[in-house]
């Protein structure tokens, strides 16, 4: 008898435990975010063509044929420089500014280009950041066919080169040289192409040429 009261108890106590453990509160605590990222986004956008359009003139009429323009379907990535009819000792300057249109500050990686003409041989490229001093002067072009200032004075609008850092918005010039190299006259009726490719990364990606 005593063993069934002392059941009875303990199934009492247990109950009781048990109703004290549902009718516990609670709470809870909750975060809750969304991270969207920004964009990487540079475009080419003015741009022109340098030359000495007196030497390259004869009887009037432009012997050398100029052109450049936009990427196809006007790709503001990409421009399309041409030069037909040209001849030994031909040169001239692709001028252009470069826009980060992105949310991501970007820094200049590299240059490259392709094919890689050796000196002398055919094509002369080379990507300066800048027209030689005084080439405009020398070859008695006016302001207007220099937007990128031979003389190099113009300190709002940084040059391109590596390293060269873009925040959002911001602008740089840069310039692409192209030559038809005086030892090719052995070389005629023939369409040389190149590509000079400008890598842009995120700005604290950028890794630095290595010291010699």
Same mark, same amino acid.
């Given at each position: ?126 990507? @300066? @950041?800048?027209?030689? @001093? ?23 609008? @940084? ?54």
């Amino acid at each position: 008898m005593k063993n069934v009261k002392f059941i009875a108890v303990m199934l009492v106590l247990l109950l009781g435990l048990m109703g004290g453990a549902y009718a516990a509160w609670g709470d809870e605590l909750v975060v809750s975010g969304s991270v969207e990222t920004g964009t990487v986004d540079v475009e080419f956008t003015d741009f022109n063509v340098v030359y000495d359009v007196v030497a390259n003139t004869k009887d009037g009429e432009e012997v050398a044929i100029v052109t450049i323009e936009p990427g196809e379907c006007n790709n503001p990535k990409e421009l399309v420089f041409t030069v037909t009819n040209a001849y030994p000792q031909f040169e001239a300057w692709i001028e252009f500014t470069v826009h980060n249109k992105g949310s991501i500050p970007v820094k200049l990686q590299s240059i490259e280009i392709h094919p890689e003409y050796p000196e002398g041989e055919f094509l002369i490229l080379n990507s @300066p @950041p800048f027209l030689p @001093p005084g080439w405009c002067q020398e070859h008695e072009l006016p302001k207007s066919q220099c937007p990128c200032n031979d003389n190099n004075d113009n300190n709002d609008v @940084p040059d391109l080169e590596v390293g060269t850092q873009l925040n959002t918005c911001e602008t740089a010039d840069g310039s692409i040289y192209v030559k038809v190299s005086p030892d090719c006259e052995g070389v005629q009726g023939y369409t040389y192409t190149f590509t000079v490719t400008y890598e842009f990364i995120q700005w604290n990606k950028f890794v630095p040429e290595p010291e010699c």
